[in-house]
């Protein structure tokens, strides 16, 4: 089933108002506070519980940080593009402090995602990797998403530094590397810390409680919404590789929010510079222009069930459209040879038709009754050349 754009959501808009959208606020720096205070309440929380109890509260706060803790990766999704904070100083340290809190340098996911957005869908699209890749066997493909889709956590920064640390990486720039290996090492000094403490005064559960568990679920929940927008897409557009939500009530709408607004993923590939709040302005850009393009879907749900069904086979690209025409040439390939036999002998019959011809004038000519040779001379090149093409 399609969903299509209606209400004042669809409305069209001015280019004087998209350039005007471009400039980042101050609104999303004030919203991941927001984000940052509920954070660090809801650890108290479960902290308290947990000494004081009733401890059957923690496990449903422990859900309710793991959504929270989701949000601060869109946060940090926002800082890589430079539109979480209006000050570049501010935005990079703020994607620099969430990126370690998910064992994630901002620099790596920066330059990583940069070529995401440049290469949509294609095979130097690492960040959907192995997906992309026509090469890539089906049993590859599956065991990387049975991972991506239940360790995200362990699985999403082991895809980043793979391409950072394969041969012939994309990531090129000299500066860029050593930004990277800084950030990487001030991330494993931090955790380095928390995990000499966390052995020093024996505080396992506490870790797994108010940290280990909600981020395992926050990064399955980043994973799948990341499945979601693009696995099983193959078309050639923007649009084409991706599939968006647009919710119908108000209610919802305000949910997105704290999700700075990524489900409207298809305005955000064709916009990649725009910030996240103000991505539902502009619901126009998805109304479909070819049958490849999906219309947005009213919730996470709806697109699950049009995804679900690539997992079977999980591939992204519109190369992945090739092997078809592959096969109907590997088709053609072997059916040549036939042909070419039957070719062949057409051009001997045609052949030998026009030798029985000639004969048959000449012994007209002689005065003798024509008849059939007992054998055929071969014509000529440029003759038998002529009577090929006819």
């Known amino acids: 089933m399609r969903y299509y754009i209606n209400g004042a959501e669809g409305a069209m808009f001015s280019k004087v108002r998209l350039a005007e959208a471009h400039r980042p606020t101050w609104q999303g720096t004030w919203l991941w506070l927001a ?28 859900l309710l940080l793991a959504y929270v803790m989701h949000s601060h990766l869109l946060a940090f999704h926002e800082a890589a593009h430079r539109t979480l904070a209006p000050v570049d100083w501010l935005n990079d340290a703020l994607g620099i402090f969430v990126g370690i809190l998910g064992f994630m340098s901002l620099s790596l996911y920066r330059s990583a995602h940069r070529l995401h957005h440049a290469y949509l869908g294609t095979e130097r699209d690492e960040e959907l990797w192995p997906f992309v890749l026509t090469s890539a066997p089906r049993w590859q493909r599956r065991l990387a998403a049975f991972l991506e889709l239940t360790l995200g956590l362990c699985f999403t920064p082991v895809l980043f530094l793979r391409i950072l640390l394969r041969p012939g990486s994309q990531i090129g720039s000299a500066r860029e590397r050593r930004r990277i290996w800084l950030e990487l090492g001030v991330l494993a000094v931090f955790w380095a810390g928390v995990a000499a403490l966390t052995v020093w005064w024996q505080l396992w559960e506490f870790l797994f409680w108010m940290y280990l568990l909600p981020a395992l679920l926050a990064g399955n929940t980043q994973s799948w919404r990341k499945y979601i927008e693009h696995m099983g897409m193959t078309g050639d557009t923007a649009l084409g590789l991706t599939r968006s939500i647009v919710p119908r009530s108000s209610w919802k709408r305000q949910l ?135």
């Open 35 to 62: 984000l940052l205070a509920t954070f660090l309440v809801l650890q108290g929380a479960i902290l308290v519980c947990w000494l004081q109890g009733p401890f059957w509260v923690v496990p449903p706060l422990a």
């Open 256 to 390: 997105l929010l704290t999700m700075y607004n990524e489900p409207y993923h298809g305005i955000h590939h064709r916009y990649g510079k725009l910030p996240g709040l103000v991505l539902p302005e502009f619901t126009a850009v998805l109304q479909p222009s070819r049958d490849e393009e999906p219309a947005p879907y009213p919730s996470y749900w709806h697109a699950l069930g049009a995804m679900f069904a690539s997992l079977a086979d999980p591939r992204i690209g519109p190369q992945w459209r090739e092997p078809i025409v592959s096969a109907s040439r590997e088709t053609s390939a072997s059916q040549r040879p036939k042909a070419i036999e039957n070719s062949g002998k057409r051009i001997q019959e045609l052949r030998d038709a026009v030798n029985h011809a000639e004969h048959a004038q000449r012994t007209t000519q002689d005065g003798v009754s024509p008849v059939a040779p007992a054998t055929v001379t071969a014509l000529p090149k440029s003759r038998a050349s002529s009577s090929a093409c006819s």
